[in-house]
């Protein structure tokens, strides 16, 4: 799992707007690569448009959402039967949720543990998503770089907020959160609107040498998935 900038660096997301004291591949300097425009309107938004719901991409056998679950909980418990093996979790622990620290109990069924999209699909869908063809929204959805196991309550209060309308509670995983952000929308061509820049600029000013996370998977599905 994505993890996040020591307290002892500053990570509190609350530093100055000026990117002062960016190094050279940081998540910070990045800021700076991406487009900066207004927000588009939100017309013809609909789930769909990325494709069905944890597609497998990655031609695994297992959807997204048990990947992502795989990746981020321990303790981690399988469904045995059938064709699923070690593919469809059941049980685990998120020890911690990233958004608030606390540790969080996912069972099947009745689960507190949503995967929350960094950059929100709605989001992206008003900074250039629209314009994309249905492989790279597919992609887009389903890639892990994008992707985190978190508690469910922050997450759904988050909606389709950016960095300048939501930040997670724990102000020690904001450096990592932002990065993220910024790793997304830099690999897929996502824009951010001026007050989004700021408020990236601001929360990665506290911790300057940050990286960016890799993300390897590709920007195209594989052309058997499709979106409407």
């Not at 064709?83 to 069924?109: I, W």
């Not at 759904?156 to 102000?171: E, M, V």
Request: aromatic share 6%.
């Amino acid at each position: 799992m994505l993890t996040g900038c020591g307290l002892g660096t500053g990570d509190t997301g609350e530093g100055g707007a000026t990117g002062a004291g960016a190094t050279a591949g940081s998540a910070l300097a990045a800021v700076d690569t991406l487009t900066v425009k207004g927000r588009a309107p939100k017309t013809g938004y609909d789930r769909g448009r990325f494709g069905s719901a944890w597609a497998d991409t990655d031609s695994n056998g297992c959807p997204t959402r048990d990947d992502i679950l795989k990746r981020d909980l321990t303790d981690v418990t399988y469904q045995r039967s059938g064709q699923d093996g070690e593919c469809r979790v059941v049980s685990g622990r998120l020890a911690p949720d990233p958004y608030t620290g606390r540790d969080v109990t996912f069972r099947r069924g009745r689960s507190q543990v949503d995967i929350d999209h960094l950059v929100a699909l709605s989001d992206a869908w008003q900074k250039g998503a629209a314009r994309w063809a249905p492989g790279k929204r597919i992609a887009f959805a389903n890639d892990p770089l994008n992707l985190v196991a978190v508690d469910a309550g922050p997450n759904r209060s988050k909606g389709d907020g950016d960095t300048a309308t939501w930040l997670p509670p724990n102000k020690g995983y904001r450096c990592t959160y932002v990065a993220g952000q910024v790793a997304v929308k830099k690999k897929y061509g996502v824009w951010v609107t001026a007050a989004e820049r700021d408020a990236m600029k601001k929360v990665l000013s506290t911790c300057p040498t940050k990286k960016l996370p890799p993300g390897p998977a590709p920007t195209t599905a594989p052309p058997r998935f499709h979106a409407r």
